[in-house]
C-alpha cells in the first residue's frame, strides 16, 4: 500500500491553510504482469466475438443478423480499450487518471450499447408504425362494408 500526497494552495489568500489530496493505492512488483495477463483473456474474449459475428453474417433472419454490428462494436471496444491502456501508463496525476479513464469508460460503454441496440430500436418502431397503418387501413376499410 502506498499513499500519494498532493498538496495544493486555496484561493482564499489564507496563507495558514494548506489542503491536500491523499490518494491510498495498492501496489505490487507484478502489476504489469496482471495488467497484461487481463488484457491477453479480454483480447481472447474480442477474438470469439469476432468469430461469433463471423460465423452469424449469413443467417436468413435479418432480425437476428447483426453481424455488422457486433463487428463495429468490437472494433469500438478495442479502440477505447486502447486508449485506456495509454492513459494508464502516460498520465501520471492521479485525479486525472481517473477521470480520464473513467469518462472513456462511459463514452467507450454508451457509444457500444448505442451502436447495438439502436437500430433493433428503429426497426421496431417502424414495424408498429406499419402495423398501426395497416390496422387503420382495415378498420375504415370495413366501415363502409354493409
Known amino acids: 500500500m502506498s499513499l500519494l500526497c498532493f498538496p495544493f494552495q486555496v ?6 491553510v494548506i489542503q491536500e489530496l491523499l ?21 481472447v474474449l474480442l477474438i470469439f466475438g469476432v468469430f461469433l459475428a463471423w ?3 449469413n443467417v436468413h433472419y435479418p432480425s437476428l443478423n447483426d453481424s455488422k454490428n457486433i463487428g463495429l462494436a468490437v472494433y469500438n471496444v478495442f479502440m477505447f480499450s486502447c486508449l485506456a ?8 496525476y492521479p485525479p486525472l487518471k481517473m477521470l480520464v479513464g473513467r469518462s472513456i469508460v ?13 437500430p433493433k430500436v ?9 402495423i398501426i397503418q395497416s390496422n387503420k387501413t382495415i378498420i375504415n376499410s370495413s366501415a363502409f362494408v354493409v
Open 85 to 92: 491502456l495509454v492513459v494508464e501508463f502516460v498520465v501520471t
Open 106 to 118: 462511459l463514452v467507450g460503454t454508451t457509444s457500444t450499447i448505442s451502436l447495438l441496440f439502436v
Open 11 to 16: 484561493e482564499d489568500n489564507d496563507d495558514d
Open 122 to 130: 428503429r426497426n421496431c418502431r417502424s414495424s408498429c408504425k406499419a
Open 55 to 57: 460465423e452469424t453474417r
Open 23 to 43: 490518494i491510498y493505492r495498492c501496489t505490487s512488483n507484478y502489476y504489469m504482469t496482471w495488467v497484461m495477463s487481463i488484457c491477453g483473456f479480454k483480447g
